[in-house]
């Protein structure tokens, strides 16, 4: 990883020069739209649904005016946006800086697509994986030529062998969010997002252009038609595990006047942005095994920074497993878009959390508001999907929380 | 349905005219790729996977250079190319043809496309299901507005009550493919991905424009960064039940130099086209619970004559239960769009059928070929999924063949 000190600010700019540095390299995913869910998420929900997740229910029922715009980094390279970090990570240091190759611990899509990177880069990559890690995630790293390492589940544990590979090599650190080349690289997808979403409404918001801007969508008439011919995003949902994307893409969004809010699960305190927020300070370890695996982490102090800055995230929201279990099955059956369940918190904030939907009804008001939702991934398997939704013996220690959805225990996750 | 004498001809310029009428009506779906599974349709298969599916291993496996589209019809409206063909059989009805309703036999996605465009053009629609359906077939029929009538499964109990219906109501019947109305509607898909991919490649060929072309995919370089260059479409594989779609795009494409290959499954005899191809004559009634549960229906009179008629369909080509059924997690894991079993047949062939792969390889040579495949339809289920890819108490009866995915019964069906 570049030094810190030699690192641009998190500025629009920044986020800028790092798609001119990245975009070669990655896809300018879709932005895609579906009648059903925007339709699902402009009709007020039961108070029984209200209460049945735990919400307050003696308000009435929020009814706001949303369209809702996918940006599917589900189909980004290696099936997650962590592409774009990782190769903005690795274009920012030079040959000489790369000489011994790049490490990182993760078990996830970050460890994809640092192997992606290096691989691109003709660097070695090293992937500190823990032993418990799931079969099909050690060969997706190994598949782009990583050479993964395991270790215990523990973050000492981790860091300990990382330490150790760092000392036999020489291999650069680039860890998976709590970085600002990671969180610029991240940012770009919002950058697209903005101009796709123009593009689609015909809207010329801001400084972004049309050029290259997906117009298939805004053709099929799918969501647009119930606008009242708002132009551009007016907000932004990007869910927050370690905080690294939601970072990007608040900065990216900083002064065009598009609010982004951030998603969390709430299982066993996965929300830790939201309730750092209401401490005043930052959760620095987060114990839980919500569905949504890739948002399991805390944020890192730098993500912290951003997150916390009510100029940059207007608020944080958080969802339950069943919401997100919903939304991911309303995405595949209805959408008919693979995510994986990290994937669907932004869009349960969307349909299910009522503190979120009173807020747009009572600011969007009549016009509404076009909102864009990040797809962060689809890294997931059928079988793990069958599991999912298949009521399974593994269903009662999975409701007292010891047990995740691939078998794995809980352990404690800090940043890192 | 419009009388046949008064029906246009099945031209290309037909087509374009059916697509002026539905335009409005429906999606223009996007055109995605995916560089994976474009990279695993230019490896050669291995002689044991050959012989496993049954297939001629004594041959050294085809190497066919194939860049694949897949235009997505999963995301039309009702989720299916269904909505197509039932606009356009409205639209060619006038104010008074259309004033008794219409009425369909079908449990599937017919049933929902004429609901819907029934609903639509404010006409009471009527759908003869057999009482067996699926619950969520039988809901979502109902839930665009459609009366539901139920029969037995054999198609004359079926036919029966259709006759009742029309006797009681003077309601319009709109069959499902054998009518040139369904037919050229269907076509219209091939227009719009003949612009897209040419819009995608950056050719021109042919009289399409490029207005309007889904440019993202192109943008992302997926699938595309691997062409030698070449522009716009050589071949379409279009999945075929009953032949409706397939006839529509054979018609569509005419004389355009695209060819027109059509897919089946195999099981079970569900090959009808191939089989009455091979004898010379229509296979009149086909009994199979393929899982690709759209494509159980033979051809029809009119269907049968495009669809053996070579200057029109090049050839047709089978798959397997289990090609299916690796083909389609190869589309939900990798490619991250989700589709029915019945979508994804003619991926199936462009992957697996060595028939198919070694023409391909023979005449497309090292330039390769730009080759679209239909995604008919994404109308499945998490559990649905679930059922199809986990080992399950069914498989034994179903490896028997006399019961299908969801536990219906063996059934003929014939065309009409």
Redesign the interface.
């Known amino acids: 990883m570049a030094d810190i000190s030699t690192c641009p600010p998190l500025t629009r700019a920044s986020v800028q020069e790092a798609h001119t540095k990245i975009k070669s390299y990655i ?4 932005v ?1 739209t579906c009648q059903t869910i925007t339709q699902i998420a402009n009709t007020a929900q039961t108070t029984s649904d209200i209460s049945t997740s735990g919400q307050d229910a003696s308000l009435p029922p929020a009814k706001p005016r949303m369209n809702l715009f996918f940006k ?1 980094e ?2 980004q390279k290696i ?1 997650a946006f962590k592409a774009r970090g990782a190769f903005h990570a690795l274009s920012r240091l030079s040959a000489a800086e790369l000489s011994n190759g790049v490490v990182t611990h993760s078990s996830g899509n970050h460890a994809q697509a640092l192997a992606l990177a290096a691989k691109t880069f003709g660097v070695k990559a090293y992937v500190v994986m823990p032993s418990i890690s799931t079969p099909s995630k050690i060969e997706g790293t190994k598949s782009h030529g990583a050479e993964v390492i395991f270790s215990g589940s523990t973050s000492e544990e981790r860091e300990e062998v990382v330490r150790g590979v760092i000392e036999r090599t020489g291999a650069r650190l680039v860890p998976p969010y709590d970085h600002p080349d990671i969180i610029l690289g991240q940012g770009t997808l919002a950058l697209e997002m903005q101009e ?1 979403v123009e593009s689609m409404t015909g809207g010329y918001r801001g400084e972004g252009t049309t050029r ?1 801007g ?4 805004a ?4 969501g647009i038609e119930e606008t009242s011919g708002r132009k551009g995003l007016d907000a932004v949902i990007a869910p927050c595990g370690g905080g690294g994307m939601l970072s990007g893409v608040a900065t990216a969004l900083q002064e065009t006047g598009i609010k982004v809010f951030g998603a969390e699960p709430s299982f066993q305190g996965a929300d830790d942005a939201q309730r750092g927020l209401k401490q005043g300070k930052r959760i620095e370890s987060v114990k839980t095994l919500t569905i949504a695996d890739g948002l399991r982490t805390p944020l890192g102090e730098i993500t912290w920074k951003v997150v916390s800055d009510t100029d940059k995230v207007k608020g944080m929201f958080s969802v339950t497993e069943e919401q997100i279990k919903s939304a991911m ?1 309303l995405m ?8 994986e369940p990290s994937a669907a918190v932004g869009v349960a904030v969307a349909l299910y959390n009522e503190e979120f939907r009173h807020m747009v009804e009572k600011e969007a008001g009549e016009e509404g508001w076009n909102v864009g939702i990040v797809l962060t991934g ?1 890294n ?4 793990a ?2 599991k ?3 009521p399974s013996a593994v269903q009662g220690e999975r409701q007292e929380g010891k047990v995740g959805m691939n078998g794995e225990k809980i352990a404690e996750n800090v940043a890192g």
Chains 1, 2 share one sequence.
């Open positions: 896809h300018r995913t879709p895609l599917c589900n189909m099936g796709q290259g997906c117009s298939f969508a053709e099929n008439g799918v099955r595949l059956e209805r959408a008919k878009i693979f995510i689809g997931t398997t059928v079988d999907i069958a999912l939704f298949a």
